[in-house]
């Protein structure tokens, strides 16, 4: 009998509709004949998903008992008795009840699949097995039901159903996901939007390798051995070589420019096994490939190319990393280095060849000292060689072997040479000084009459003056030549460090690898980075930051190099003094390396913003919590008080228990008004509550307004105009607006002074004000000053209204007059129309 097909709805995260997909399909399949039951399916109260189900013939499922409860799981038998086409399974990583004749439902799908039957079932990206540690990390939740990845991979068919985060949630809010109890807690822990994106992130990439691996079945399967593109990967040739470790985080940076890219590296052991790798430095380059995401191969060869290319031919690769060559110019001209024969050979896979400190040698890297250009050492230099290859020159002319063979033009060529080869050692000065020297000695041995400074003919003579002044000329031509040639190599080096040094510190390098950097560049024997505390005074205290070499200067009294980075930061070496280009170059560094000091400053204090962030988001949750467990006690409570005040008042008791009773029923009632309160300000932030603006009538708010208040002994002034615009606002948010504000009024009004409620209107804008009576003057100014800044008992009353107030477009401003201790808040909303400005007079 041929096995069953499965086919795998994967999600991201509950409620992004995989159920809901998979009896589409079902519809689907059943439409065109197909014998298709529901095996088990779990709506999970959701209505559009049950009446997905409606017209599928369902299984009824099998009752089991664990520790006195009933439970309800697929019923196997019955599904593999009834023998159907397609079978739907819900929940393909449900653990069974105990008692059930499976563990897991993965393994009664397995039964089904042996049995003939196509599959279709779902299963979220969370419960598979490899991914278990990696979604706890993410969402703080470890997930007890697991699926073995093998199980999935082995599905004919896996479809992502995706939803954004963004939906996700506007979904959960609408209580298309969880009932309304359980909303908040889920959006502001699981459900969000980092975890959701993450959670998306590791499903698409599991799914894009599940379609790698079934892509290389079929280039395997057709004998394709051509790279195709559809993935970037990297391979890094690994010679065991120190330079290594730079062609790992070289590629590395290479692959983290497109996200997706696979990073391999691979070390080529000779046939016969022998081989000078130290094993210590290749397991440090393993480590750090597998700390960097990549995964390290090693394979034989007797020929390093042809093992390179079959290896990236198997995987796929796209490119191909290699170090620069180690081998002299005479070993390279002799036979090809690797590099230029794997860029041969390579086809279509990209090759990058990268330098590193064992090709060019640490001394490459430092800045070439001035007195090596025109200085007084070259200068003197070339005088010496001046005096030594002129006379030399001579009696090689005047030796036996080439005296009368050689006219004087010939000589005079062969001075001009010395004299060129002086210019490009010593300048003009030297070249001027050999070119009449050589005139001279070319006048006193090669024109009549011979040994004599005497010149008879005319062709001579101008021969010898021509000869001076090419020689003048092109030696002036050679020495600034030379002087620009140097000029133009010590500013290339100084750029190429001032930009390594920059690059440094845009991929994040520490301080300590900066400073290492710099020291190498100036041949110092140490260097510091000092800085000084500002607190200290009379007598500057300062702190190594970081150092390099051996012995580093702890004070810049201790240093023979400084340069100053701020009145508070200083970079100090020790060593070779410096001259004033490398002084102004080091400066430059020190410059950088200030600025990299303070970004890791600002990196440290946004650490501390992060804890911050962490923490107030614990409170937030807390906060919700509280507001959700907290309301049923409290009622609970004072509904107790008020039958006992009532079963007391058809007692005798003393007037003074009445008053203790009524007391605590206020506080209980006021501590539930608060938390009341607490819960909707963190439902309001946490995007939870519903807006829906238009024209209200502020004379019905108000009614209701006054209503959900009570009697409470107190009179309520309202004074509105007659004609009174309609106010756009959402109704039932401003009702609790406004009776958080009434309802903290009265607290702090006393009896004979009630609050007032007034209206205005003022342009386009609606002003609702809400003024405390005049209290009495044991409260004292300064409680009204108080309220207004957001402190005292009713600032979570005034929070709550502001944060619904800005929820609707409006601004909640609360005035304190110091005077009379009066205080009031005004609610400005936009108004539907202008108004008029009569007024009159209603009260409760």
Known sequence: MARGRLRIYLGAAPGVGKTYAMLAEGQRLRSLGADVVVGFVEPHGRRPTAAMADGLKTIARRTLAHRGVAFTEMDLDAVLARRPQIALVDELAHSNVPGARNAKRWQDVEELLDAGIDVVTTLNVQHLESLNDVVRQITGVRQRETLPDEVARRADQIELVDLSPEVLRRRMVHGDIYPSDR???ALTHYFRVG???????LALLWLADRVEEGLQRYRA??????????????LVALSGGPEGETLIRRAARISARTPGTE???LHVVPEDGLTGVDPAVLDAQHVLLESLGGGYHQTTGEDVVDALLQFAEAENVTQIVLGASRHGRLASFLRAGVGERTIKASGPVDVHIVTHEEAVGPAALRLPHPSRGMGPRRYWSALAGAVVLLPALTLLLTSTALRGRLGLSSDLVIYLLAVVAIALVGGLYPALFAAFAAALLADYYFTAPVHSLVTE??????ALVVFVATAALVGTAAGAAAQRTHQAVRATSEARALSRLAAAMMRGQDLPALVEQIREYFGLAAISLLERDPDASPVPRWYVV??????????????DVESPVDDDLTLVGRGAGLNTQDQRVLAACAAELGLSHARGRIAGGSGGSDTLAAAERTRAS???AAGRDLPAPLHTAEEALVRLRRRRADEPAPQEEQQLLETARAAVHRAAQLVTDLHDVSRLHAGALDLYLRPVDLNEVLGVVLDDLGPGGHSIDVRLPEQLPDVIADAALLTRALTALGADALRHSPPDRPPVFTAEVRGDRLEIRVQDGMPDRGQGPGAAVCRASGAGAGSLALRLSRDLAEAMDGVLETTAEESGAAFSATLTLPSAAPGGSATSDRAR
């Open 195 to 201: 975890n959701l994106t993450a959670l998306r992130e």
């Open 183 to 185: 909303i908040e807690s």
């Open 457 to 462: 003919r005319p062709d001579e003579i101008a």
């Open 263 to 265: 990073l391999l590296a």
């Open 546 to 559: 970081a150092s390099a070499g051996e012995r580093p200067p702890e004070r810049p009294y201790e240093a």
């Open 622 to 624: 807390l906060l919700l």
């Open 221 to 234: 399967e057709h004998g394709i051995s051509a790279p195709w593109e559809t993935r970037e990967r990297i």
